[in-house]
T-cell receptor, first 115, second 117 residues
Framework: KQEVTQIPAALSVPEGENLVLNCSFTDSAIYNLQWFRQDPGKGLTSLLL?????REQTSGRLNASLDKSSGRSTLYIAASQPGDSATYLC??????????????FGTGTQLKVEL | GAGVSQSPRYKVAKRGQDVALRCDPISGHVSLFWYQQALGQGPEFLTYFQNEAQLDKSGLPSDRFFAERPEGSVSTLKIQRTQQEDSAVYLC???????????????FGPGTRLTVT
């Protein structure tokens, strides 16, 4: 059974700092990996999707890498801002019978960026 | 266009009541997923539809949980005889395709927070 772990569970940083969130998974037979942010009481906002054949994806101040063989992904946030404060979730996509893929999530990293 | 919508946003049920949660996926999306998120945890997969066909329901926690998508668009998750452990946020997601061997991006709705008293 796939297990996804995120470290650290919580992180507090001053505004402007660059930071790295870590995600590891136990079964490398994945289709893709998706990073989400979740604001309190809200749904999930997709940040980046990395297909299993890719090594990294970038969007603005965000960069995500994937090392499928070692079961690791990192999310790099440059020049953090208070608006980045949220819980960040990592999810790996695995195949389902008949097609499609389900996501298996980690428990998240709760980020607080302070002024 | 509009994203994934869910209703109601909040539901309080007394133990033993039946509830129905609705999901409107993004128009044209073939795949639809239901996830359950307990407090402080990541979402957990419940069930998957490709058009109107329910292809996987391995994550449904008991036979009190039932999901349908009769016309391949709107989906309803029904929970019979609710219990306190059913209290959670129920998230719906959709993706454009559902081909075997390919992972497509999933887009999530805001969720329904169910509280069973």
């Amino acid at each position: 059974k796939q297990e996804v772990t995120q470290i650290p569970a919580a992180l507090s940083v001053p505004e402007g700092e660059n930071l790295v969130l870590n995600c590891s998974f136990t079964d490398s037979a994945i289709y893709n990996l998706q990073w989400f942010r979740q604001d309190p009481g809200k749904g999930l906002t997709s940040l980046l999707l990395i297909q299993s054949s890719q090594r990294e994806q970038t969007s603005g101040r965000l960069n995500a890498s994937l090392d499928k063989s070692s079961g690791r992904s990192t999310l790099y946030i440059a020049a953090s801002q208070p608006g980045d404060s949220a819980t960040y979730l990592c999810a790996v996509g695995e195949g389902l019978t008949g097609g499609g893929n389900k996501l298996t999530f980690g428990t998240g990293t709760q980020l607080k960026v302070e002024l | 266009g509009a994203g994934v919508s869910q209703s109601p946003r909040y539901k309080v049920a007394k133990r033993g009541q039946d509830v129905a949660l609705r999901c409107d996926p993004i128009s044209g999306h073939v795949s639809l997923f239901w996830y359950q998120q307990a407090l402080g945890q990541g979402p957990e997969f419940l069930t998957y539809f490709q058009n109107e066909a329910q292809l996987d329901k391995s994550g449904l926690p008991s036979d009190r949980f039932f999901a349908e998508r009769p016309e391949g668009s709107v989906s309803t998750l029904k929970i019979q005889r609710t219990q306190q452990e059913d209290s959670a946020v129920y998230l719906c997601a959709s993706s454009l395709f559902g081909l075997a061997g390919v992972g497509y991006e999933q887009y999530f709705g805001p969720g329904t927070r169910l509280t069973v008293t």
